[in-house]
């Protein structure tokens, strides 16, 4: 047996156990941007630190202004070849509303078989707690057949990643020399489907904005004041209405400087790909897609920005009925950023756009959720040849290089302050549920995910 082989047989025999500490860390609460979980989020960063522990690393939960780091080093002092790798993950999760749309506890994750198909259900199986545990097994099988690593590998697991990163920026450059290595790999997207492996070069970058409209000094009477006071509902709805023309594209001014048109050469490696649009829409229930006009589906999500309404609220919202003129209203925006866009620009004239738009009676307020721009790899970026080899190997087909329509803040900020190019491999599907109820992992996700870093570790130490 060679030396992966006898990894990957311990791999396969030993999946239940990893299964079983899969469900240990997916039970925490860790909602990183609900208050309420703080301690929740404590629980899963001292899980991992001990997970780490365990596996022969010294690791540690990192105090921050909001959620801790948890950060480990192997332990093994041994020269090894090939680059020090910093492995990236996030043990936060999305809030889990509405609660009666699951069709189980989010927190207590069950293996089942859907459409014929073994999955881990729970919020956080594939965002990113599944995902970031098939490289923690991988790491943990290597050591239990053969005593060390491949190559030298530090940690660094987030828990704010899905709430802004609010510490991220200040915690790298606390620990710069600490955390600089070769290469980082992160675990936190997507295969392009069920059978096909993928690497990801392409993030979009994002703009998170709340604006909220306040007119009266307090909610009224809509029998009383309705007509002569301002609704803020009806300020806000005609300002969101304002910001799309009818063929989808976004109506603040400069939103499209530094959004570069597709070579056709990759226009037409996109037009080859398996893609099905159709499908990818039918699955959530829909068929006409309300994007730009003029691209396709894949371009849409991929290589355009976008600016969407997250959430909206004011007035009465309850069960029931009120007849009510709220005093505010307010919503959450996305921008999805490609490119060069600059995203404070974009804050700034979206805020501009806004101000505009808001009558002399209403004040209008602005707060911020973050801001980081898009992000691609270089094409000649070394590890990407033995990423696919390793994947090659495991799922018996050519990877694919693709965009991706997420943010992983932290990459960008990997190469501004550490210096680091991020090799982005991933296991869970488009039809994951990430954000959405009923999130799921697929357990060949988890097991080949493992499998598959175990092969990467091997094939960056040749
Ligand atoms: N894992 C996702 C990114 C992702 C999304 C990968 C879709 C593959 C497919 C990540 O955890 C995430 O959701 N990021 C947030 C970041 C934001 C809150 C700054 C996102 O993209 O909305
Ligand atoms: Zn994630």
Known sequence: MTQIDAVLAHIDANI?????????????????????????????????????????FDGSVRETPGHPMVVGHDKDAAEKPGPDVLFYGHYDVQPVDPLNLWNSDPFDPAIVEQKGVKVMTGRGTSDDKGQLLTFLEACRAFKAVHGSLPVKVSVLLEGEEESGSHSLLPFLHAHKDELSKDLALVCDTTMFDETTPAMTTMLRGLVGEEITITAADRDLHSGTYGGPAANPIRVLARILADL?????????????????????????????????????????????????TGYSIYEQINARPTCEFNGISGGYTGDGFKTVIASKASVKISCRLVGQQDPHAIRENLRAFVKARVPADCSVDFAEHGANPAHSLPADFAPLQQGAKALRDEWGKEPIQMGMGGSIPIVGEFKTILGMDSLLIGFALDGDNIHSPNEKYNIESYHRGIRSWARVLAALAE
């Open 16 to 56: 239940d156990a990893s299964l079983a500490r899969m469900q240990e860390l997916v039970r925490f609460k860790s909602i990183s941007t609900d208050p309420a979980f703080k301690n929740e989020c404590r629980k899963a960063a001292e899980w991992l630190s001990a997970a780490l522990e365990d596996i022969g």
């Open 244 to 292: 799309h023309d009818d063929q989808g594209r976004v109506q603040i001014p400069h939103f499209y400087e530094g959004v570069p048109e597709l070579s056709d050469e990759v226009k037409a490696q996109w037009d080859a790909l398996p893609f099905d649009g159709k499908a990818f829409l039918g699955e959530v229930g829909l068929s006409i897609p309300t994007g730009e």
